[in-house]
Structures are given as structure tokens and as C-alpha cells.
């Protein structure tokens, strides 16, 4: 079955400095994998995708992912942090029933 | 509709009551998914309609849960007899049929807060 992991609870990074949000990814096939973003009292917010093509993706907000097959990993970074950045990111594989089964989540904490 | 709406945004019930969550996805979104996010959790999938049809609903937690949607749009999720352990944010989400979630992804709603007293 496919499945992500984020084995990080909370990431903690002072504003300027870059950040990475780790996700590893467990799928049958070509992975379909994305990132989400949920401020607070919001719903989630797409950042970007990994389809095929290029290994590294950018999305909204400056952020980025690189998909490495070796590894099977997806992290999102972003070359210097904003304390506006700080939110709960969540990373996403589809299924092979055509929904998405998300990570557990990841808060980052960009400090000032 | 621009997004996708969900009512109430805040609904607190006594534990045994049963509750109403409205779902009003994007305009056009054939596809639209159920999650439900507890306190510490990640988001847990609950159910997944395909215009009327609902071929996968592997998530839902026990027969007090339900959901449908009427017309290929609105979808009603209900919860009969709550519990405590009800209480969570309930988000929805649409998106295009076919490869839409490969192609997009998901819009979400703001979601609703259940609290279970």
C-alpha cells in the first residue's frame, strides 16, 4: 500500500536560514507526491507536485521539493526561511484508488 | 462556486446527538473526499465520491458515520450518536475526475470543527 512518512514532529529554523521538511515515500509504481501547507484556523493549501519530469519542483512561496528515487524521498525546502513560512506542512502520495494518503505532518517553527 | 464552502465552521453537540457537516465542492469537481483531522493527528481519510458513488469508503471509522452526495455536487457527512472521540476538524476537498488528483491535487474547504460535549 502506498504510504509517506515525516519522521520529524517539528522543525525548528531561525528566519534567513534554509529549511528543509523531510518526507520519505513507500509506493508501487510511479509516485504521485505532493505538499500541502495549513496555516492556523485554515485548510490546506497545495504547494506543489512531483508527476515525472525534472527532480526538482518548484511550487508557491519560494518552496521547493527534490524527488529522489534512490532514496524514495520528497523533501520541501526552501533556500531562506520566513517566519511567515510557519504553518503545518503535510506531504501526500496518491493512492492506486486515486486519493491522496497524507504524511502525519510536520510543524515548522521559523524564528526571528 | 471560487472554492470549496463547508458549513457550519464551528459546530459544538452534546455527546449522543447526531450532526450535520455540509460539503459544497468547486463547481465541476466530479471527485470529492471526506478527511478528518484530530488534535496532534495527521489527516485521516474517511470517504470518497466519484460523482454519486462512493468507491472508497475504507475510512470511516464505525456505522455512526456516514455520507452521501446528491446531484453530483453537495455532500452531506453525518455522525450519529457522537462521542467524545468524534470531536476534530472535518475538512473536504474536490478535485477533477479522471487523473484530477494526479494532474492537481486537492482543493480543500476551511473545514469544520466538531467539538463533542
Known amino acids: 500500500a502506498q504510504s509517506v512518512a515525516q519522521p520529524e514532529d517539528q522543525v525548528n529554523v531561525a528566519e534567513g536560514n534554509p529549511l528543509t521538511v523531510k518526507c520519505t515515500y513507500s509506493v508501487s509504481g510511479n509516485p504521485y507526491l505532493f505538499w500541502y501547507v495549513q496555516y492556523p484556523n485554515r485548510g490546506l493549501q497545495f504547494l506543489l507536485k512531483?508527476?515525472?519530469?525534472?527532480?526538482l519542483v518548484k511550487g508557491s512561496y519560494g518552496f521547493e521539493a527534490e524527488f529522489n528515487k534512490s532514496q524514495t524521498s520528497f523533501h520541501l525546502k526552501k533556500p531562506s526561511a520566513l517566519v511567515s513560512d510557519s504553518a503545518l506542512y503535510f506531504c501526500?502520495?496518491?493512492?492506486?484508488?486515486?486519493?491522496?494518503?497524507f504524511g502525519t505532518g510536520t510543524r515548522l517553527q521559523v524564528f526571528p | 462556486g471560487a472554492g470549496v464552502s463547508q458549513s457550519p465552521s464551528n459546530k459544538v453537540t452534546e455527546k449522543g446527538k447526531d450532526v450535520e457537516l455540509r460539503c459544497d465542492p468547486i463547481s465541476g469537481h466530479t471527485a470529492l473526499y471526506w478527511y478528518r483531522q484530530s488534535l496532534g493527528q495527521g489527516l485521516e481519510f474517511l470517504i470518497y465520491?466519484?460523482?454519486?458513488?462512493?468507491?472508497?469508503k475504507s475510512g470511516l471509522p464505525s456505522d455512526r458515520f456516514s455520507a452521501e452526495r446528491t446531484g453530483g455536487s453537495v455532500s452531506t457527512l453525518t455522525i450519529q450518536r457522537t462521542q467524545q472521540e468524534d470531536s476534530a476538524v472535518y475538512l473536504c476537498?474536490?478535485?477533477?475526475?479522471?487523473?484530477?488528483?494526479?494532474?492537481?491535487?486537492?482543493?480543500f474547504g476551511s473545514g469544520t470543527r466538531l467539538t463533542v460535549v
Open positions: 501526500a502520495v496518491r493512492d492506486n484508488t486515486d486519493k491522496l494518503i
Open positions: 465520491f466519484q460523482g454519486n458513488s462512493a468507491p472508497d
Open positions: 476537498a474536490s478535485s477533477l475526475g479522471g487523473q484530477g488528483v494526479a494532474n492537481y491535487g486537492y482543493t
Open positions: 512531483y508527476i515525472t519530469g525534472d527532480n
